[in-house]
T-cell receptor, first 112, second 116 residues
Framework: DAKTTQPPSMDCAEGRAANLPCNHS???????VYWYRQIHSQGPQYIIH???NNETNEMASLIITEDRKSSTLILPHATLRDTAVYYC?????????????FGSGTRLQVQP | GAGVSQSPSNKVTEKGKDVELRCDPI?????LYWYRQSLGQGLEFLIY????????KSGLPSDRFSAERTGGSVSTLTIQRTQQEDSAVYLC??????????????FGEGSWLTVV
């Protein structure tokens, strides 16, 4: 599995954009980048995923560098409810292994 | 229901007892996963089921842990002779098909297990 590296924590002011970086320098060509978040040990919530093009949905935008070695999750207008741990995950295609491998994530604290 | 359903939501058990945790995946989802998360820790993969294929048990921490999936739907995670270090939230997830890229995995709210 390609490993990911994320900063352990970040702060963001309410109403501002939150930009969460992720490094996945060993990603292979057919692996997707997924983002999930987890609020207070609830079940992780899917946010967005992408392969090589930038993606946007109602929750966030995902920017993937051209070499695919890193990506950034953007929450355009962070609210207090966005305070959570954000996980950047690379989907493994290993034989018989289809599970997501979670790292330690980034703890985002949105400040009022 | 519309989402992944887990029961019980909370379970307190005595050390040495066996426990069973249940997961109802989203209807039509062929892939089912179990994870656990100890307090303050990241998610740990336990086991994965895909259709009728043999499950991927590579994440099970010991032979006290087992899981089955009956009829390709409901799954039960069993922990025998529970230990205090088994205390964690056990999360179940499902997806349309684990082998196909782009399929999103949806998580349940978890079963909180406390071993006293």
């Amino acid at each position: 599995d390609a490993k990911t590296t994320q900063p352990p924590s970040m702060d963001c002011a309410e109403g501002r954009a939150a930009n969460l970086p992720c490094n996945h320098s060993t990603i292979s060509g057919n692996e997707y980048v997924y983002w999930y978040r987890q609020i207070h040990s609830q079940g992780p919530q899917y946010i967005i995923h992408g392969l090589k093009n930038n993606e946007t949905n109602e929750m966030a935008s995902l920017i993937i560098t051209e070499d695919r070695k890193s990506s950034t999750l953007i929450l355009p207008h962070a609210t207090l409810r966005d305070t959570a741990v954000y996980y950047c995950i690379v989907r493994s295609l290993g034989a018989g292994r289809r599970a997501l491998t979670f790292g330690s994530g980034t703890r985002l604290q949105v400040q009022p | 229901g519309a989402g992944v359903s887990q029961s019980p939501s909370n379970k307190v058990t005595e050390k040495g007892k066996d426990v069973e945790l249940r997961c109802d995946p989203i209807s039509g989802h062929t892939a089912l996963y179990w994870y656990r998360q100890s307090l303050g820790q990241g998610l740990e993969f336990l086991i994965y089921f895909q259709g009728n294929s043999a499950p991927d048990k590579s994440g099970l921490p010991s032979d006290r842990f087992s899981a089955e999936r009956t009829g390709g739907s409901v799954s039960t995670l069993t922990i025998q002779r529970t230990q205090q270090e088994d205390s964690a939230v056990y999360l179940c997830a499902s997806s349309l098909g684990g082998g196909s890229e782009g399929n999103t995995i949806y998580f349940g709210e978890g079963s909180w297990l406390t071993v006293v």
